[in-house]
T-cell receptor, first 115, second 113 residues
Framework: DAGVIQSPRHEVTEMGQEVTLRCKPI?????LFWYRQTMMRGLELLIY????????DSGMPEDRFSAKMPNASFSTLKIQPSEPRDSAVYFC?????????????FGPGTRLTVT | QKEVEQDPGPLSVPEGAIVSLNCTYS??????FMWYRQYSRKGPELLMY????GNKEDGRFTAQVDKSSKYISLFIRDSQPSDSATYLC?????????????FGSGTRLQVQP
C-alpha cells in the first residue's frame, strides 16, 4: 500500500493568495483527518470526515479555511485568503474507522509558507 | 492544564540504553492510546496502538497503559542512533464519539553512538 499521499509537499505563497492542499487516504479507510503542526501549538485537529461526511470541524480556525471530501479517495483543504500565521505543516491522516480500529496513519505533510 | 502532558526533553541516552517515555492525561474518557515517532521534517509514524491496561510488546518497543493512574509509557530496549526522533503520545476521547487524536507535545530523544 502506498500509504497516505499528500500534495504538494511544499507550498510557498504570498499573503492573500488561495492555497489548496490535497490528500489521498489509504484505500479502504473510512475516516480522514486534517491536522496542523506548529512549534507553538504542536499537532492540532482541523477537521475530520467519516464516510466522506464532515463530523467535526471545530478545529477549523475561521471561515478562511474550508475542506471537502467529494469521494472516498480524495480530500482538499483550502485556505482563502492565506495569511502569514497560516504557515505550518499540514498533515492528512486516515483511519479504518471501524469499531476498535481507530489507529491513524499520517501522510508526509505539506509545508506551507505564507509570506 | 493540558489534557495530555508529556515532557518535551530533550532526552539523551547512550546507544544500547533502555529508554522510558511517558505521558499523563487528565480525563478518564481517553480510551485508545497510541505512540508515534516523528523524524525531522517527516510525518508521524505509528509505532504502537493499545486499548487495555497492561503491556503490549512489539520487537524492541513495549507500550504500557495504567488507566487507574492515567499514565502511559513507551519503553525502547537496546536503543539505536536511528531511534533519535520526537516521540508523540496520542489518545482518543471516546465519550462524545469524537475520533480525533489528542496529542502530547512530544519528547525529543537523542541516542548517542
Amino acid at each position: 500500500d502506498a500509504g497516505v499521499i499528500q500534495s504538494p509537499r511544499h507550498e510557498v505563497t504570498e499573503m492573500g493568495q488561495e492555497v489548496t492542499l490535497r490528500c489521498k487516504p489509504i484505500s479502504g479507510h473510512n475516516s480522514l483527518f486534517w491536522y496542523r503542526q506548529t512549534m507553538m501549538r504542536g499537532l492540532e485537529l482541523l477537521i475530520y470526515f467519516n464516510n466522506n461526511v464532515p463530523i467535526d470541524d471545530s478545529g477549523m480556525p475561521e471561515d478562511r479555511f474550508s475542506a471537502k471530501m467529494p469521494n472516498a479517495s480524495f480530500s482538499t483543504l483550502k485556505i482563502q485568503p492565506s495569511e502569514p500565521r497560516d504557515s505550518a505543516v499540514y498533515f492528512c491522516a486516515s483511519s479504518p474507522g471501524l469499531a476498535g480500529k481507530y489507529e491513524q496513519y499520517f501522510g508526509p505533510g505539506t509545508r506551507l509558507t505564507v509570506t | 492544564q493540558k489534557e495530555v502532558e508529556q515532557d518535551p526533553g530533550p532526552l539523551s541516552v547512550p546507544e544500547g540504553a533502555i529508554v522510558s517515555l511517558n505521558c499523563t492525561y487528565s480525563n478518564s474518557a481517553f480510551q485508545y492510546f497510541m505512540w508515534y515517532r516523528q523524524y525531522s521534517r517527516k510525518g508521524p509514524e505509528l509505532l504502537m496502538y493499545t486499548y487495555s491496561s497492561g503491556n503490549k510488546e512489539d520487537g524492541r518497543f513495549t507500550a504500557q497503559v495504567d488507566k487507574s493512574s492515567k499514565y502511559i509509557s513507551l519503553f525502547i530496549r537496546d536503543s539505536q542512533p536511528s531511534d533519535s526522533a520526537t516521540y508523540l503520545c496520542a489518545m482518543i476521547f471516546m465519550d462524545t464519539g469524537r475520533r480525533a487524536l489528542t496529542f502530547g507535545s512530544g519528547t525529543r530523544l537523542q541516542v548517542q553512538p
